[in-house]
């Protein structure tokens, strides 16, 4: 879609999102296939329509990114003041789309949660309502269902730790109410900026998210992969595995 707006076709799907998607597709038509031999319930619709919404979640934050990288390529400077006027224009349209990467990393994150929550009825919301991706894997882990999963998608959070909280700290700024650690975390980028007026380590931001697209696409490829293995007809038993 965004690919237009540099004179680009229409993306091909490959690699981890063409994986992810297909594992979607195949979840789904298990589902479809179990409808039609014990009926739809409600359950079932809504896991359908949501792990369909994910592989939208999944394109618009494919697309962040990639306009995000686009728009960087041709920054060349230390301080924002010195950029000529059409690259400092740029520079402020690759923030605004690297910013929307970095929240939709998280959003789409605590989607896919929520349709593992659903999915593997893991209750997590009688013991915190509110609940994110993390919530729920740490819930996945308490109730000791399904521990090969569980085991693949905790490796794949301690792989990308560290540009992960980078990644975290840098949404909590932009979305979050200031509360004192929000604020602490705001007052020392403030800080960090006006001391040296340079602007932003555009690779190292540009890495940091690459390896939140590698950390969530690759967590929805292991979730759907196993969904799609383990899915059961309304009613009857989940596997464990």
């Known amino acids: 879609m965004l690919r237009r707006f540099f004179n680009e076709g229409k993306r091909v799907d490959d690699g981890r999102f063409a994986q992810c998607s ?64 059409e690259m400092r224009d740029e520079y402020h349209r690759h923030l ?28 997590t919301e009688k013991s915190k309502p509110k609940y994110s991706y993390f919530t729920v894997l740490r819930q996945l882990r308490a109730v000791g269902k399904h521990p090969r999963l569980e085991a693949a998608l905790t490796a794949c959070k301690l ?11 840098k949404r909590n700024v932009e979305v979050h109410l200031i509360n004192a650690e929000v604020l602490d975390d705001l007052q020392a980028m403030e800080r960090e900026y006006w001391e040296s007026q340079r602007i932003e380590n555009l690779k190292a931001n540009m890495d940091d998210l690459l390896s939140g697209w590698e950390m969530v696409s690759r967590s929805m490829h292991l979730v759907f992969a196993y969904a799609g293995e383990h899915a059961k007809p309304s009613g009857s038993k989940p596997k464990n595995g």
């Open 22 to 85: 297909e594992a979607v597709r195949q979840y789904v038509e298990r589902l479809r296939e179990q409808h039609r031999r014990h009926g739809r319930s409600a359950r079932a619709y809504r896991l359908e329509l949501h792990a369909l919404s994910m592989v939208r979640a999944l394109d618009e934050l494919e697309q962040s990114i990639y306009c995000a990288q686009k728009l960087c390529s041709g920054i060349a400077g230390v301080q924002e003041s010195e950029l000529p006027e």
């Open 96 to 123: 605004y789309f690297y910013k929307n990467a970095f929240i939709r990393i998280f959003a789409t994150l605590d989607k896919l949660g929520y349709f593992m929550n659903e999915a593997f009825e893991l209750r």
């Open 159 to 169: 792989e990308f730790h560290e540009p992960m909280q980078r990644l975290r700290k």
